[in-house]
């Protein structure tokens, strides 16, 4: 009875030990670890687990959401860990304990949120299930490409399971110009759902192969049916990776009479005394300097940060920044405040020659907890507002357009790279080159890494030159390929040119959106209903 007793306990435990440890070897494919081919494993430990809560070989087997919940922890949990790093917030003044309550509370809360996404995704594979292997792994497909899309649409987004792949797999990556980042999170699904499917009838086989049978000792279980399973996870792999590579080895075509040079300016000016007069002075400074320095390397354009001035933009005339630019007459782009009613909005504004602003986008997606309070009335008591104006910052409109003198430009403000939608539409609408403005100061390298390789897919998948400016890093110049030309060092101060080439083509991702999500729910509802 004790051995029952301890069996019924310790089951359960050892199946959600395990989810939790592919889940959180699944976070390590990203920085600052980066072991990205992990990515093609991880999830097959979860799948494995759900194939025997669907097949009941197990009369102890734990909850399906449970262990979808607890591996989406894990991976999330680990993967978003640089949250942590607003921890001391000393530079909005706030003490030390209630900085270490909110930043916790910031990690759980973005932790869980992924855990519900996971959870769900398990919930409904159980509750889908056939029985039918290949049909398993194309709902399991579905559901998460689906998922991701649906979570992607909302405000709290960034651990997409393509990003995995990102900067190491830019073969991979180059799927993205098919049909978006769902491309290559749908063949990392399946392949770790194919891999799962074949380990657990190589189990089954085996248990099979040792009852005693009356007639023949040979598995009821066909062998080409095991190894089928095995033999579409290879061909998926080396197909998917030859497709990109095929895409990866498109030339560029750099023509001379479209080139760019374009400077970025790393201001490196620490949060904590950014929004002081120190700090101000400090700016004035740093991104002065900087547009001298570069125009005098005969640079076209001058790139600065997410307000990289902390004023508002009806205060830039009076600013030795713009006498510099009606010296020089090169143009800039400006990140500072935009105003909006008695709000105002994190913004990038262009500069001409004669220091008249001419175009401006508002950032549309603000970090949650961050910049703004999701469902304010019931968390605004407990989380403190982070941003350092009193002033209540909005967003701006969805599918803004940005024209400068060099045409139309697609422009990402901080947390807005990890929505690929934003960036489709302003290369749909004409933009021939991607600016990414940001401020990733109050974190930690993991997430400036991170941040990076988001955009490294922004440009794959739109096929676009990349100039990405940050407060403290990590600057870089990226080209369509996702190949980094140039990337800044950490809380460094520094300035630097790269050519870019403008582009106008459209990729298939550009031309339809992502396509391929329409195709897997047609055929995965045809195949549930048919099989």
Not at 128 to 139: S, T
């Amino acid at each position: 009875m004790l051995k029952i007793r301890h069996q019924k306990i310790s089951s359960p435990i050892i199946y959600y030990t395990l989810s939790l440890l592919s889940g959180i070897f699944m976070g390590t494919t990203v920085a600052p670890i980066g072991a990205w081919f992990l990515a093609w494993v991880s999830l097959a430990t979860l799948w494995i687990l759900l194939i025997k809560i669907t097949l009941k070989t197990d009369k102890n087997y734990p909850s399906a959401p449970v262990l979808g919940f607890i591996w989406g922890i894990g991976y999330h949990g680990v993967a978003l860990s640089w949250i942590t790093g607003i921890h001391p917030m000393d530079w909005l003044g706030v003490p030390w304990l209630p900085s270490l309550t909110i930043t916790l509370f910031c990690w759980a809360f973005i932790s869980l949120w992924g855990g519900i996404f996971v959870s769900v995704w398990a919930a409904l594979m159980v509750r889908l299930d056939r029985g039918n292997p290949y049909l398993r792994v194309l709902i399991g497909t579905t559901l998460w490409c689906s998922l991701e899309s649906l979570w992607s649409a909302g405000p709290l987004w960034w651990s997409s399971l393509a990003y995995t792949q990102s900067p190491y797999n830019l073969v991979i990556l180059h799927l993205g110009q098919l049909s978006g980042s769902n491309t290559v999170t749908a063949v990392i699904v399946a392949f770790n759902g194919f891999i799962a499917e074949y380990l657990t009838q190589r189990r089954e086989d085996a248990k099979e192969e040792r009852k005693p049978h009356p007639k023949t000792s040979v598995s009821s279980v066909p062998l080409w049916f095991v190894n089928s399973h095995l033999i579409l996870a290879t061909t998926l792999l080396i197909t998917s990776h030859f497709i990109g590579l095929i895409l990866y080895s498109n030339p560029l075509n750099l023509t001379p009479n479209t080139a760019l040079k374009i400077g970025i300016i790393q201001g490196n000016i620490p949060n904590k005394i950014k929004v002081l007069p120190q700090g101000f002075h400090l700016a004035m400074t740093a991104y002065t300097q900087g547009y001298l320095n570069l125009t005098n390397q005969g640079v076209q354009a001058v790139l600065t940060p997410e307000s990289s001035i902390p004023i508002f933009a009806r205060d830039l005339p009076q600013t030795p920044l713009l006498a510099a630019i009606r010296e020089r007459g090169v143009i800039a782009w400006i990140g500072a405040f935009g105003e909006q009613g008695s709000s105002y909005t994190n913004s990038l504004f262009t500069v001409i020659n004669n220091g008249e602003i001419t175009s401006r986008y508002d950032k549309s997606k603000l970090v949650p907890l961050g910049e703004y309070i999701p469902f304010e009335n019931i968390l605004g008591g407990i989380v403190q507002r982070l941003s350092p104006l009193e002033a209540h910052q909005v967003p701006g409109q969805v599918n803004q357009i940005f024209d400068t003198p060099f045409g139309k430009v697609i422009i990402g403000i901080c947390y807005e790279s990890a929505f690929a939608e934003n960036f489709r539409y302003q290369a749909a609408m004409g933009g021939q080159f991607i600016l990414s403005s940001s401020n990733d100061a109050h974190y930690t390298p993991a997430m400036a890494n991170q941040h990076h390789a988001q955009d490294i897919m922004r440009a794959i998948e739109t096929d676009r030159w990349a100039v990405r400016a940050t407060n403290t890093g990590y600057s870089a110049f990226i080209n369509p390929h996702g190949e980094t030309l140039w990337k800044s060092g950490y809380n460094t101060y520094e300035t630097h040119a790269e050519t870019i080439y403008p582009r106008q083509t459209q990729t298939l991702y550009v031309r339809w959106g992502d396509w391929l999500m329409i195709v897997l729910l047609i055929l995965g509802f045809l195949g549930w209903v048919f099989l």
